[in-house]
């Protein structure tokens, strides 16, 4: 049985098209039913179409307030039967609204280490950071999203990325997506086969 996938992107989508490419492969038992977007111009929708998935522009109404429009997407995506929802660059919080109808099914990708850097350009200020000689290293983390936390939840997995001397920002960032393109489809096949996500916290 495939585990039915349902992605949310803001953008490129280059990692919902590691995701695409691994199901394609059969490197991961899952299909993406439906890629959403809550941005009209993501190329992401463009990589969904590509590959025969449905695609929607999702975006929020006039006057809609956070809760409405996360409930109305809670129930879109529902409408797909999803096993896990994947945030693959999705840029918006998700509120409990959404979060409620998908417990341990909601799975994030960030470009930095537990704790470090949440939230938007994460790759670009940890790459300051090194340059102020704040930090030695950042990395690439895919956690469970239970609650509002901006990145930040049960860690599934994570990698560290060292930064190499005299490297550009282009490079560094260059080097993050590689690791985040292998890290989250391999994330995802050991859910997959573990056939989910245990809380063993007690
Ligand atoms: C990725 O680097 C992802 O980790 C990041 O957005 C990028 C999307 O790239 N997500 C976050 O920063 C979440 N806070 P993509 O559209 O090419 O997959």
Known sequence: MLARLVVLVSGNGSNLQAILDACAQKRLPARVVAVV?????????????????????????????????????????????????????????????????FPNRVINLHPALPGAFPGTHAIERAYTAWQRGEVDRSGVMVHLVPDEGVDNGPVLACEEIFFQEDETLAQFEARVHAVEHRLLVETLARVLAAGGWEDESG
């Open 37 to 101: 977007s809550n941005k009209a111009d993501a190329y992401g929708l463009v990589r969904a179409h590509l590959a025969g998935v449905e695609a929607m522009y999702f975006p929020k109404s006039d006057g809609e307030s956070r809760c409405d429009y996360d409930t109305r997407l809670a129930a879109y995506v529902s409408s797909y039967s999803p096993d896990y929802v994947i945030l693959a660059g999705w840029m918006r919080l998700l509120s409990s609204c959404f979060l409620s109808h």
